[in-house]
């Protein structure tokens, strides 16, 4: 697609994924409207430090208000909607809040999405919806499983998306993405995590150290992003976006850590686990679907994507709070 003149909103414009998103339209020429968390005090996210930041408009509002979305709607051809609580440790301590930022959230955008007639809207889900794999790869007919309340309210999210295209004809994606990582990422998720302990000594403390995860990094998902947007068989569709590569969390921080230059000792830490049935056991793709109408596979290996994190968390460390576990 050319995105020339396209006139987009992205919504989670602020966080990981969404600000890569935002910032990769926006140099495609694509006129971005990037919707962010209100706060008092006027922070946009990672947005703030992008050089790209004036070439947008941003919009500060709360997912579930009807009124702005409907007004950040206006003369949008194609929607990303990536606003979501997405820390599965705090789904446990604050359910009520995953259901109506997750899944009311979701609703308001695609009402609003709806009443304005937008061409697509790109509704973003998550590998953690299938829960533990039953079979591999997990292709996207796999039985769903919300372990946790976080993945719970995706599925609650998928599903209304699910409806709007059924019972209305709205065109939907919803696109699975598998555990990115890259530049920017919170502190909270593995890979920072072990990083960030990793530029401190060789003792690397994590939960459940046997689960096993598909690691994309970003730049393919941005890229999965943007080709969900103009391929014209993915309406209606689920998709996954994964590598169809997996490893467990402690050969990870072993890898990691070579990749530093350190031999660590991994360690798990019984405050991260998550209960028991909650843990998700092993996730690893089937992208097939993402090939076949998509045309998308990713191109960046593990290892490298691993380098380029590193190297970024070691230069921006200050911008995290590593001061101990973080919901």
């Given at each position: 697609m050319n995105w020339r003149g396209r006139r987009v909103l992205v919504t989670g414009a602020g966080g990981f994924i969404g600000s890569h998103l935002a910032e990769e339209l926006t140099r495609q020429g694509a006129r971005t409207r990037a919707l962010v968390r209100y706060n008092s005090t006027g922070r946009h996210g990672w947005l703030d430090d992008s050089p790209l930041k004036t070439d947008m408009e941003i919009v500060a509002a709360d997912i579930t208000d009807r009124d702005l979305l409907k007004s950040a709607m206006r003369e949008i051809e194609i929607v990303f909607h990536l606003a979501a609580l997405i820390a599965i440790p705090y789904s446990y301590h604050a359910?009520?809040?995953?259901?109506?930022?997750?899944?009311?959230?979701?609703l308001r955008v695609?009402?609003?999405?709806?009443?304005?007639?937008?061409?697509?809207?790109?509704?973003?889900?998550?590998?953690?919806?299938?829960?533990?794999?039953?079979?591999?790869?997990?292709?996207?007919?796999?039985p769903l499983q919300g372990q946790s309340p976080y993945s719970a309210s995706k599925i609650g999210a998928d599903k209304i998306a699910e409806s709007f295209y059924l019972a209305y004809g709205l065109p939907v994606v919803t696109l699975r993405p598998f555990n990115t990582f890259g530049p920017r990422q919170s502190a909270r998720a593995v890979?920072?995590?072990?990083?960030?302990?990793?530029?401190?000594?060789?003792?690397i403390r994590l939960g459940a150290l046997t689960p096993t995860r598909d690691l994309t990094y970003i730049a393919d998902t941005a890229e999965g992003f943007l080709a969900a947007a103009a391929a014209e068989k993915a309406v209606g569709e689920?998709?996954?976006?994964?590598?169809?590569?997996?490893?467990?969390?402690g050969d990870l921080a072993v890898l990691i850590g070579r990749l530093m230059g350190k031999t660590v000792r991994v360690e798990s830490d019984p405050e991260r686990l998550r209960p028991a049935a909650s843990e998700v056991g092993r996730l690893k793709s089937d992208n097939g679907r993402a090939?076949?109408?998509?045309?998308?596979?990713?191109?960046?290996?593990?290892?490298?994507?691993?380098?380029?994190?590193?190297?970024?968390?070691?230069?921006?460390?200050?911008?995290?709070?590593?001061?101990?576990?973080v919901l």
């Amino acid at each position: 697609m050319n995105w020339r003149g396209r006139r987009v909103l992205v919504t989670g414009a602020g966080g990981f994924i969404g600000s890569h998103l935002a910032e990769e339209l926006t140099r495609q020429g694509a006129r971005t409207r990037a919707l962010v968390r209100y706060n008092s005090t006027g922070r946009h996210g990672w947005l703030d430090d992008s050089p790209l930041k004036t070439d947008m408009e941003i919009v500060a509002a709360d997912i579930t208000d009807r009124d702005l979305l409907k007004s950040a709607m206006r003369e949008i051809e194609i929607v990303f909607h990536l606003a979501a609580l997405i820390a599965i440790p705090y789904s446990y301590h604050a359910p009520e809040s995953y259901v109506r930022t997750n899944v009311v959230g979701t609703l308001r955008v695609l009402q609003a999405a709806r009443e304005a007639n937008v061409a697509r809207v790109i509704q973003t889900s998550t590998s953690e919806v299938y829960g533990t794999a039953r079979h591999v790869p997990i292709g996207e007919d796999h039985p769903l499983q919300g372990q946790s309340p976080y993945s719970a309210s995706k599925i609650g999210a998928d599903k209304i998306a699910e409806s709007f295209y059924l019972a209305y004809g709205l065109p939907v994606v919803t696109l699975r993405p598998f555990n990115t990582f890259g530049p920017r990422q919170s502190a909270r998720a593995v890979i920072p995590t072990i990083v960030t302990q990793c530029l401190d000594g060789e003792r690397i403390r994590l939960g459940a150290l046997t689960p096993t995860r598909d690691l994309t990094y970003i730049a393919d998902t941005a890229e999965g992003f943007l080709a969900a947007a103009a391929a014209e068989k993915a309406v209606g569709e689920t998709i996954n976006l994964g590598t169809g590569r997996e490893i467990a969390i402690g050969d990870l921080a072993v890898l990691i850590g070579r990749l530093m230059g350190k031999t660590v000792r991994v360690e798990s830490d019984p405050e991260r686990l998550r209960p028991a049935a909650s843990e998700v056991g092993r996730l690893k793709s089937d992208n097939g679907r993402a090939r076949m109408l998509l045309g998308w596979q990713p191109k960046t290996l593990l290892e490298d994507g691993l380098r380029r994190t590193i190297e970024w968390l070691a230069a921006n460390r200050h911008r995290l709070r590593t001061d101990g576990y973080v919901l």
